[in-house]
C-alpha cells in the first residue's frame, strides 16, 4: 500500500505560479511511476504530466513549457512547478501512483485545488 498527500493548491491570479507536492508514504520501493492529473468541473480525469523512476517525464499537449515535474526520492515526494498559470488550469489536481503500467495508476491522493483568477 502507498499512501499520498498532495499540498500546495490554491488562488492564483493568471500568469502566476505555483507549486504542488505529493508525499508519498508506505510501500514507496514498488512506486514506478508518479503522474499529476487534473479533473475540471463536469470532465475527466487526464494525466498533465508523469516521471519515472529513470527520469523519463512525460507532458500533456496544453502544459508544455510551463509546468514541470520533478522528484526528491529522499523525500518520497513529487513536485509540479506550475508556471504561466492560465484561467483554464483551474481544477482538482490528483497525484497518481503506479507500480507497472505508466498509463494507469494505482494509489491516490486526495486531490487539492487549484483555482486561476483572471
Known amino acids: 500500500q502507498v499512501q499520498l498527500v498532495e499540498s500546495g493548491g490554491g488562488l492564483v491570479q493568471v500568469g502566476g505560479s505555483l507549486r504542488l507536492a505529493c508525499a508519498a508514504s508506505?510501500?514507496?520501493?514498488?512506486?514506478?511511476?508518479s503522474g499529476w492529473y487534473r479533473q475540471a468541473p463536469g470532465k475527466e480525469r487526464v494525466v498533465i504530466a508523469r516521471?519515472?523512476?529513470?527520469?523519463?517525464?512525460y507532458y500533456e499537449n496544453s502544459v508544455i513549457g510551463r509546468f514541470t515535474i520533478s522528484r526528491d526520492n529522499a523525500k518520497n515526494t513529487v513536485y509540479l512547478q506550475m508556471n504561466s498559470l492560465k484561467p483554464e488550469d483551474t481544477a482538482t489536481y490528483y497525484c497518481?501512483?503506479?507500480?507497472?503500467?505508466?498509463?494507469?495508476?494505482?494509489?491516490w491522493g486526495q486531490g487539492t485545488q487549484v483555482t486561476v483568477s483572471s
Open positions: 508506505g510501500s514507496t520501493f514498488s512506486i514506478a511511476h
Open positions: 516521471i519515472s523512476t529513470s527520469g523519463y517525464t
Open positions: 497518481g501512483v503506479s507500480t507497472g503500467s505508466p498509463y494507469t495508476a494505482d494509489y
